[in-house]
């Protein structure tokens, strides 16, 4: 049979790629959607009772190079929340001095009725992981307060 020449004819063929006009739109998104739902977890803080100085100072080391050390009045140690036996402090420590590059500033905050052979227990694990920016955490809220009296 033949065609005749009014007969309709397929305007449009089968396509083999897909449309991406929107594909920035679903990835931008996507990028929020996660952005929003993430949560980033901080370190719970200890209840280590620091003593109080004369003079402090403040360090300007970025959050991520400072490494928190925290050693309560029974003589547990931990370090970032993470419970670490004494002599295993400078194996903790030295990874994370070398992964920053040199740069990690350890923040030490021993209670003030800790007994001081347990902060010198740690001080010497600190030296075993050549860890040589030691900061010792004071009171400087208390401090401040008692200035402004």
Known sequence: MAA??????RKSGV???IPTASMADIAFLLLIFFM?????RKEQPRPVVIPEAEATQRT??????????????DGSIYINDRLVPSF??????RPEYVKTDRRLVV???ADRDAAY?????????????NA????FSTDLERRLARARR
Not at 4 to 9: D, E, L, M, N
Not at 60 to 73: G, P, Q, S
Not at 122 to 129: D, G, N, S
């Open 60 to 73: 300007d080391e970025k959050r991520k190079n400072i490494l928190h050390v925290y050693v309560e009045t």
């Open 15 to 17: 396509r083999s790629e």
């Open 132 to 135: 040589v920016r030691v900061l």
């Open 117 to 129: 052979e347990y902060v010198n227990a740690v001080t010497e694990e600190l030296r075993r992981a």
């Open 107 to 109: 923040s030490l905050k």
């Open 36 to 40: 929003v739902a993430t949560t980033f």
């Open 4 to 9: 005749k020449k009014g007969a309709f004819q």
């Open 88 to 93: 295993q402090v400078a194996d903790v420590v």
